[in-house]
């Protein structure tokens, strides 16, 4: 399927075979207008540049030039002013936050030390401020490259809802500068150790202006499994897997991978073919049951993963049944590789479904397979993959992961290299795990330091 770019024609015929996998299986559709198929849209859009300016109200006043002195730091935003009061927040968004950050609503926050990964971008979203604003050091070459990348038309993160905080980045120099004029100090405030928040006094105004050049589309396939219980197939575990990868060597987007010899077709059969087909042999498996397990479940396949976890990211915010009754996500993304009988699970410090899945692997010595914890924290693959945007909802999840190899992002990702057999062992955990979680008393719940962080981002 030449690598299932997202989006590409290949992708959507995988999407068809597997709607048509679930179809004859008699699940139920949970996609758009009673089909298996979830599209999301992936619209192009451009940024006016000659439109856009910020004026700044305070210390001299002064306005910025778009592309001299200023960029927009993604496309999430409408046309449209923004306004706020300037603060500057000094120290790290990785650690202890203060428990009250509404102070920061509506207003321009200069970012000293930007976000490092997709959960502490969170915690900053969470803030709902007008704008963010962080500073950008740069020579004048790598600059003139970031302003025209930023000016040519791009595809919006449909895995996002486009609105506030507007994201700018401005030239160091020019943000130190005016920041010092508002009685405040950057390089101070970037070697700060702890979390603060102060008020410049200046306000900010931006005339951000942007308009649509394309619109697409990419598809989920979602198929459901009504519960045997009255009350309890109102919950719902999900089990997910990313059907897409990385496309053609040489094409827009693709991940890093480079043409083996004559081969150009990253395959992608680890990542993640190898889920893929584990949520459809599970879903078999459920299927065939009677009676059914107590509890609904969601048979997920998304796309975009590899570009910023677009088509999970769009399930969270769209999904057919309302996310507070989604019990648990277990997430499969290349597991067909390396250990035998080890599986990496993610996340299972962060909920009692790491003393489910202990305890199940414990009741299954046949299956000669021992989930072991994160081995890599440093790689921060917890926010790496589809389950993240389900954990940040509020949902329990767990990642089933072997980790990469010499062959990830390359066209020698084959299917002749997968150990079938050592994930057919691995599925039927991951089966008994989620009639586990099915047919329990109880929903699994979260660690409440985890939540904390996790969550609620603080």
Same mark, same amino acid.
């Given at each position: 399927m030449r690598g299932r770019d997202t989006p590409s024609p290949e992708l959507d015929e995988v999407a068809a075979y597997l709607a048509g996998e679930y179809r004859r299986l008699q699940l139920e559709p949970g996609g758009d207008g009673g089909r298996f198929e979830q599209r999301y849209p992936l619209d192009r859009v451009q940024v006016v540049a000659e439109s856009s300016m910020v004026m700044l109200h305070g210390g001299g006043d002064g306005t910025l030039a778009y592309?001299?002195?200023f960029i927009f730091g993604d496309n999430q935003f409408e046309s449209g002013d923004y306004a706020g009061d300037l603060v500057l927040v000094s120290g790290s968004m990785g650690g202890a936050l203060p428990a009250d950050t509404t102070m920061l609503a509506g207003k321009m926050v200069i970012l000293a030390n930007g976000p490092r990964n997709r959960g502490e971008w969170q915690r900053v979203r969470a803030w709902k401020a007008a704008g963010v604003i962080l500073g950008r050091s740069s020579t004048d070459a790598d600059w003139e490259q970031l302003v025209s990348r930023s000016a040519r038309p791009q595809l919006r993160d449909p895995s996002r809802r486009v609105g506030p905080p507007l994201v700018m980045a401005i030239r160091s120099a020019t943000l130190a500068g005016f920041v010092t004029r508002l009685g405040g100090d950057l390089a101070a405030a970037q070697s700060a150790g702890t979390f603060a928040v102060k008020s410049l006094g200046g306000q900010f105004h931006v005339h951000a202006r942007i308009k649509p050049v394309e619109r697409n589309s990419a598809p989920n396939v979602v198929a459901m499994l009504e519960g045997s219980d009255p009350q309890l197939k109102k919950e719902y575990i999900v089990f997910s897997a990313h059907m897409d990868h990385v496309g053609v060597a040489g094409s827009r987007g693709t991940g890093g991978c480079s043409a083996q010899g004559a081969d150009s077709i990253c395959n992608g059969a680890d990542d993640d073919g190898s889920g893929t087909v584990a949520v459809v042999e599970l879903a078999e498996a459920f299927?065939?049951?009677?009676?059914r397990p107590k509890r609904s479940i969601i048979f997920l396949n998304v796309s975009g993963e590899?570009?910023?976890?677009?088509?999970?990211?769009?399930?969270?915010?769209?999904?057919?049944?309302?996310?507070?009754? =989604?019990?648990?996500?277990?997430n499969i993304d290349m597991v067909g590789r390396n250990w035998k009988d080890t599986i990496v699970v993610i996340g299972k410090e962060h909920s009692d479904l790491g003393t489910t899945l202990n305890r199940v692997?414990?009741?299954?010595?046949?299956?000669n397979m021992r989930p072991i914890d994160d081995i890599w924290p440093q790689e921060n693959f917890y926010f790496r993959s589809d389950h993240y945007n389900f954990a940040r909802k509020g949902v329990p999840i767990l990642?089933?992961?072997?980790?990469?190899?010499?062959?990830?992002?390359?066209?020698?990702?084959?299917?002749?290299? =997968?150990?079938?057999?050592?994930?057919?062992?691995?599925?039927?955990? =991951?089966?008994?795990l989620g009639l586990e979680v099915a047919n329990a008393a109880a929903r699994p719940k979260w660690n409440p330091d985890s939540y904390k962080r996790i969550v609620t981002g603080q």
């Open positions: 592309g001299k002195d299927a065939q049951m009677n009676p590899e570009k910023n976890l677009w088509g999970s990211g769009y399930f969270a915010e769209h999904s057919p049944v309302p996310v507070e009754n =989604i019990v648990a996500n277990l692997a414990a009741a299954h010595p046949e299956l990642f089933f992961f072997s980790g990469t190899h010499a062959d990830y992002h390359r066209p020698s990702d084959s299917p002749d290299r =997968i150990n079938a057999e050592k994930e057919a062992r691995l599925t039927r955990l =991951i089966f008994y």
